[in-house]
Every structure is written in C-alpha cells, then in structure tokens.
C-alpha cells in the first residue's frame, strides 16, 4: 500500500517557524521526485517547492524563496519543508507528492498525502 503521511503542521503566529516531514512507504521512494502543494480555503492548490529523486534540481514558488526550504532524506524515505518567518497568507492545508516521469509497473506516475493544515495567526 502506497503511503504519503505529512506531519508538523500546526498553529504557530507570525514570524514563526514549523517543520513538515512526509512519511512515504509502499514504493521506491529514491525513484520519485518529491513536492510540497499548498490550498487554502477558496483557492487552488498552488506548488510551493519541489525536489528531484537526487536532490539535484530545487524549485520554489516566489512567494516563499528566502522563506522556505525543502529536503530530503532517501535512506528515511522522507521528505522536509522547513517554513521560516510565516505570515498569516502561508495558512492553508500543505500536501506531500510524489511524481516520476517512467513509473514501475503497477505503479503510478504520482501519489498525493492527505495533508496537513497550517495555520498562521496572531
């Protein structure tokens, strides 16, 4: 069974600092690139950072550059976000997904955790 379990997400003000992880078992983790999504109320699930199988290739959305960090660990089978300095607008449910260009057979190009919700308020 596929699993992406995100974790570390909470309240926190502004300014503030949270760490996610994301938990993946039930595939070769190593072989898949890993991205932090984002979705707060009323608004589409926007990409916030992503990281290739090797940790060769980092993307981050504008809006956290400076901000946010992401990493991953292949020998723990996770991967991190590190959040720094947030602000009310980072509120929002923060989704762990796995993506890779040539699945294996009987696997899919992509997997998705069910979330974890952040909220940054004074």
């Known amino acids: 069974q596929v699993q992406l379990v995100e974790s570390g997400g909470g309240l926190v003000q502004p300014g503030g600092s949270l760490r996610l992880s994301c938990a993946a078992s039930g595939f070769t983790f190593s072989r898949y690139a890993m991205n932090w999504y984002r979705q707060a109320p009323g608004k589409e699930r926007e990409l916030v950072a992503g990281?290739?199988?090797?940790?060769?290739?980092?993307n981050y959305a504008d809006f956290v550059k400076g901000r946010f960090t992401i990493s991953r660990d292949n020998a723990k089978n996770t991967v991190y976000l590190q959040m720094n300095s947030l602000k009310p607008e980072d509120t929002a449910v923060y989704y762990c997904?796995?993506?890779?260009?040539?699945?294996?057979?009987?696997?899919?190009?992509?997997?998705w955790g069910q979330g974890t919700q952040v909220t940054v308020s004074s």
């Open positions: 990281i290739t199988s090797g940790s060769g290739t980092i």
């Open positions: 997904n796995a993506r890779t260009i040539i699945p294996a057979p009987g696997y899919e190009y992509a997997y």
